[in-house]
């Protein structure tokens, strides 16, 4: 995973995983059997934002993990079968381009 792009969730609320403080979840197309980390297109670089088009607005400086936030939208968090990563059925897009999963279809995002 090392030097490897990636897209992450960065405002959740540090916790210590392994020994280590954690303060991003890495976003992965996932089954029981697999796990596929996300691919954003390239040219895209650290920091730049993860949108998808008619839901706009400003992220929460930090997610409040009692209001499980989360837990409540990553259901909506799927691998088409083209493999873009969508919320609700509409595409993530970094740049305006895609955000892909290299080889998983079908299956949730976490």
Known sequence: MQQRPCVVLCNLKPAKMRGIMSHAM????STP???EILDPP???KPGDK???EGFSGTPDQ???PKKKVFEAIQPDFL???EGHAL?????????GQFVTAPSMRGCGIK
């Open 26 to 29: 890495v976003m992965c197309a």
């Open 33 to 35: 059997e697999k796990v």
């Open 42 to 44: 390239s040219g895209s």
């Open 50 to 52: 993860v949108t998808v």
């Open 62 to 64: 930090q997610l409040n």
């Open 79 to 81: 691998v088409s079968p």
């Open 87 to 95: 919320y609700k059925g509409v595409q993530w897009k970094i740049n």
